[in-house]
């Protein structure tokens, strides 16, 4: 019997160094090291041409750095235990290379929307955490509120006991800009014209205050934490996105930062799904990559929205394509490889508000904020139709739009009427 383990073992062994000879084989090839990739294949017997997700042995990494460090954040609880659990994407991600025929679109389900709190004055930004079990939302009242979804949905289906503004942080001393979740642990970190990024533990229910404070030269426009939890990302009025590691407060800037003519703030930073790449857009017009191990800026897409600056980037999950939006009202869909511009999404006007475009949890469709007609925009992300608008069911413009990355719900944020309003497929 002990023969018999001894061989399982070995042959279990045996398995898994072949899958991370193949995984490491195909991460070599599919990022142009063509020769490296010979040479390990021939060394450890593993075919060329192994079948392989581009970025998986990446995503393993990541999600094994993850699982590792967490809870490594000093007197900060991991509970509730559910929290940060990976999710199963609903779809596989789209090849937005490959051309799609006008009249193929899709049609997305009718949306309804209801209140759920208010803020005392504008709601400037709101985040969904990687789980898709809560969002925050931040004002120009300098306060944040926590709110729990499955009692959203428990008040929506007429649950008069749910309560899901379930926390209120008040901290910052300016308006709130930007808001992130530590991917595995009950953190939620906040940045504000203050020049604070602030660390808050929503697992203690009396926690009004931060457990942490990074204190930055500059207005903090934009954070977002690293796959793994270890990093965070902020984007300042300082045109050069600043990287902080968590544990030691260190700050570092990339080493190769194109200075010459650059003078814009920057708007938005967000990660990669792995953390090899991150994106900054910029008050200067630009959309900057940046390598996510040497901070190296590796391309730079100038004029992006023509003279209009960007107001935000965020990445497929696929990590090849960044979708850009820009006050000239138009949204942008760019192949991170070439640099070039693959789609292009038009109907909605935004001239003055720092508004996001975003996917939804599938990334089947774009969604975005119409200014001139108080509208909630979609297009067919594949074709570029605009496939529906509904009434933002604000008093004036909402200022954000934020979609849940795991199922068909959003939230919006009022400027004049300063609401928080939670939008679900109709029945």
């Known amino acids: 019997m002990e023969n018999s383990g001894s061989l399982e073992q070995a042959l279990q062994e045996g398995n898994i160094l072949r899958q991370l000879n193949a995984l490491i084989v195909a991460h070599l090839r599919h990022h142009n090291l063509s020769q490296v990739a010979s040479a390990v294949a021939s060394a450890t017997m593993t075919p060329l041409n192994v079948e392989a997700s581009p970025n998986r042995l990446l995503e393993l990494v990541a999600k094994g750095l993850a699982a590792e460090n967490n809870g490594s954040l000093r007197g900060v609880s ?7 659990s990976i999710v199963t994407p609903r779809t596989a991600s789209i090849d937005f290379s490959v051309t799609h025929v006008k009249g193929s679109s899709k049609t997305l389900p009718k949306h309804e929307s209801k209140q759920l709190s208010e803020h005392k004055s504008v709601v400037r930004c709101a985040r969904f ?5 809560f969002f925050a939302t931040g004002g120009a009242d300098t306060s944040i509120k926590l709110f729990e979804v499955p009692k959203v949905k ?3 289906s007429g649950d008069t006991q749910a309560r899901p503004l379930i926390r209120s942080f008040y901290d910052h001393a300016e308006p709130i ?3 992130d979740f530590h991917p595995r642990s009950t953190i939620l970190v906040s940045s504000a014209k203050d020049n604070c990024i602030k660390f808050f533990d929503f697992s203690k229910t009396t926690a009004k205050r931060a457990f942490k404070v990074f204190q930055d030269t500059h207005n903090v426009r934009s954070v977002s934490f690293h796959p793994s939890g270890e990093f965070l990302l902020a984007g300042t009025d300082h045109a050069v996105p600043h990287l902080y590691d968590v544990n030691t407060y260190q700050c570092f800037l990339p080493s190769n930062f194109p200075d010459s003519g650059v003078n814009g703030a920057i708007n938005q930073v967000r990660y990669s799904s792995t953390g090899s790449v991150y994106v900054t857009a910029s008050k200067d017009g630009a959309i900057r990559l940046f390598d996510g191990v040497s901070s190296k800026c590796v391309r730079s897409i100038s004029s992006a929205h023509g003279k209009a600056e960007v107001t935000s980037a965020v990445f497929t999950r696929d990590q090849r394509f960044v979708l850009s939006s820009g006050k000239d009202s138009t949204v942008k869909l760019w192949e ?6 693959v789609k292009e999404y038009i109907g909605a006007k935004r001239l003055k508000l720092r508004s996001q475009a975003i996917f939804n949890d599938t990334e089947e469709f774009v969604v975005s904020i119409d200014e001139g007609n108080n509208e909630v925009v979609t297009w067919d992300a594949r074709t570029a139709e605009k496939v529906a608008k509904w009434p933002s069911n604000h008093n004036g413009v909402p200022r954000w739009i934020e ?20 939008w679900k497929e109709s029945v």
């Open 177 to 179: 800009n930007d808001l």
């Open 78 to 84: 991991s509970s509730p235990t559910s929290y940060g």
């Open 154 to 156: 428990q008040m929506l």
């Open 403 to 422: 979609h849940s990355p795991v199922e068909s719900v959003f939230v919006t944020c009022g400027t004049t009427d300063r609401s928080v309003r939670f």
């Open 336 to 341: 991170i490889a070439s640099g070039r511009m």
């Open 129 to 133: 955490s990687s789980d898709g079990m």
